[in-house]
């Protein structure tokens, strides 16, 4: 029977995949047209054989599908098996079949197929020929040495656990057992898009919205059915805003003025910031006919939300100053608090405070270090629970034994001790040099002090900085019990004013003295370990901060704990202002003169003390 041309195109494209397939799997590629021709030599023997085999392909096609991955593609959630064999094909050596496994697992919806293109991205993914000799693709990872050999772990790409032999152990292979997938350029960068769909589905939250936002930025209209379906089961707040921040990018781009007037005013209403160049990007040039907008109404429901969302960032940016500003001086307080007792309380003048919040923050990072090193993963995060104290017990300890050793014989000679202690100051410097080394040390912030606290859009306050204000505020309370509220207190006030009429009264001056100045220094060291959560640790870590304690401490009033927050908060407050116009330089000298000039007006600070100061 002679079949017409268009059947056997049909009969010669039906097979061309399958082939293609057991091409692959077992290597012979030589008889494929043989093959094809006899298909349609052995269907042209009888019309009824052609119905039969017809049959099935008219039904397929009438189904809107020809083969499971376009199933897969289609379902927008793949079943393992489809996954499976997509994930097979990755490894095919065909360009065209590779492509599209490749396109369907990353519009599959799937999240368990985010690992798979990420290692292919990233060049770990491989051909494996097992025991029986079925050509497997896995990823690899954690290379272990075995007797002396660098083997690979053999993970499964699709459940991501570890391949076991038929003792239930894991398999690991020498690299020479592994073919890498290879991913030519043109893949490589199709992959991302891809990647950001599957990360639609992630449960991490924020690579949820990151995603929504980089795939907002593609503008790509065929994400706009995913977004929808993605948004209308999306429950966290801040995914939902970048989802519909998307959404809108993308209708910016339809070919219906209406409908991209309405994405303009509807991301004007979310303030999306996100959005203002692509806004911006689209009317250039409009007054001069050479924009991509021509609509008027669309053009100026995007200049209106261009305003709307450029009003609503200055007040975000306003609301962050403010928010930097109350840190900064939460810090500043922190910082000071121990001086405000050592040099407001005793008269010391102690210039090696800085280092004494040096040794805090290398306590902290010694903690760390030992966390890692003997306690389980699960643990570590804990590690800055107990820094903290302990920070505040090293610095207390050591500023102990400076009081008993140096500072006590010191006493009434200002200059002597502030020569002393700028000596102990370099002192202390050197041997964290030669212990920890001159370069910075890391300091890890525990995971549950990342991120912050989102309070609107481009509106949000790090966790790390608020836990500084508390940590600030509950030091200030604790001291205030302590000096104006408790027994301890009233000594210390006593012997500070009268020395020898607390001697007289039975108070331990000596005692008091010690426990006083070690009681700074632990506060020094506490706030030492705190710094540890926005910068660095190094021998220099003290002299950043050394000038404004002081600054803090003289110019809110030398002994009254309430002239030191005060103090605190004004200078760091001031500080943030000053910095945008002027620079972070300019800004702290702008300061200096502020509180020279301020200092003329009133040479006691902001609280002058009452009554005698310290009877030396």
């Not at 009969?11 to 091409?23: A, E, F, H, S, V």
């Not at 197929?113 to 954690?142: K, M």
């Not at 993963?377 to 800055?384: A, G, K, L, P, S």
């Not at 202002?577 to 600070?605: D, H, M």
């Amino acid at each position: 029977m002679n079949i017409p041309i268009r059947i056997k195109v049909v009969i010669g494209l039906t097979m061309k995949g399958p082939l293609k397939k057991y091409n692959h799997v077992t290597g012979s590629s030589e008889k494929t047209g043989a093959l094809v021709k006899s298909v349609i030599r052995w269907v042209s023997m009888s019309p009824r054989f052609m119905l039969i085999f017809l049959l099935p392909v008219f039904i397929q096609a009438g189904r809107g599908g020809v083969s499971p991955s376009a199933f897969a593609s289609e379902a927008g959630v793949g079943t393992p098996v489809t996954v499976s064999s997509l994930i097979f094909d990755l490894g095919n050596p065909d360009d065209i079949l590779r492509e599209e496994a490749l396109f369907a697992l990353g519009r599959s919806g799937d999240p368990n197929v985010l690992p798979v293109l990420e290692a292919l991205r990233a060049g770990n993914l491989y051909t494996w020929i097992d025991p029986g000799g079925e050509r497997r693709t896995v990823i690899t990872r954690d290379l272990v040495d075995q007797d002396g050999q660098q083997l690979y772990l053999l993970i499964d790409p699709y459940r991501f656990n570890s391949i076991l032999d038929e003792q239930g152990r894991a398999i690991h292979v020498a690299e020479e057992a592994l073919e890498e997938i290879y991913l030519g350029r043109r893949l490589r960068i199709q992959i991302n898009p891809l990647l950001d769909r599957l990360r639609l589905f992630s449960p991490d939250a924020p690579i949820r919205e990151s995603a929504a936002i980089r795939l907002g930025l593609s503008g790509d209209p065929e994400i706009l059915g995913l977004l929808d379906q993605v948004l209308e089961k999306e429950s966290d707040r801040w995914v939902q805003f970048a989802l519909n921040e998307a959404r809108g990018l993308v209708l910016l781009q339809d070919d219906n003025a209406s409908v991209r007037k309405q994405a303009a005013v509807r991301l004007g209403e979310i303030h999306a910031v996100n959005a203002v160049p692509a806004m911006k990007e689209r009317i250039l040039g409009y007054d001069e006919g050479e924009s991509e907008e021509k609509e008027f109404a669309v053009v100026k429901a995007i200049k209106e939300s261009i305003q709307k969302i450029t009003k609503w960032d200055r007040f975000a940016r306003l609301m962050e100053t403010i928010f930097s500003g109350v840190s900064l001086s939460s810090i500043l307080l922190l910082v000071a608090l121990g001086l405000a007792i050592n040099f407001g309380l005793m008269g010391v003048i102690n210039m090696a405070h800085g280092e004494l919040m040096m040794l805090g923050a290398y306590t902290t990072y010694v903690i760390q270090e030992l966390f890692t090193a003997y306690l389980p993963v699960e643990t570590q995060d804990f590690y800055f629970l107990m820094a903290i104290p302990l920070a505040f017990i090293v610095s207390a300890l050591f500023g102990l034994v400076l009081e008993k050793s140096i500072i006590r014989h010191l006493y009434g000679r200002p200059l002597e001790t502030l020569l002393a202690t700028w000596g102990i100051s370099l002192i202390l410097q050197q041997g964290v040099r030669q212990i920890f080394g001159a370069a910075n040390v890391d300091v890890a912030s525990p995971s549950w002090l990342s991120g912050g606290l989102r309070l609107a859009v481009g509106i949000q306050f790090p966790y790390n900085r608020l836990f500084i204000i508390f940590l600030s505020l509950v030091s200030v309370i604790g001291i205030y019990g302590l000096v104006l509220r408790s027994s301890v207190g009233l000594k210390i006030r006593a012997v500070t004013q009268n020395r020898r009429m607390s001697a007289c009264m039975g108070i331990s001056t000596e005692k008091v003295d010690a426990w006083t100045f070690a009681l700074g220094a632990g506060l020094a060291g506490m706030a030492g370990s705190a710094l540890t959560l926005i910068g660095n640790v190094g021998p220099d870590l003290g002299q950043n901060y050394i000038v404004d304690s002081f600054l803090i401490v003289v110019a809110g009033g030398v002994g009254k704990l309430v002239g030191t927050v005060g103090a605190a908060f004004g200078i760091g407050g001031l500080n943030k202002l000053l910095e945008p116009g002027f620079g972070a330089i300019y800004a702290k000298v702008i300061i200096l003169i502020i509180v020279i000039l301020f200092l003329q007006v009133r040479p006691s600070g902001l609280f002058p003390a009452k009554g005698r100061s310290v009877d030396l």
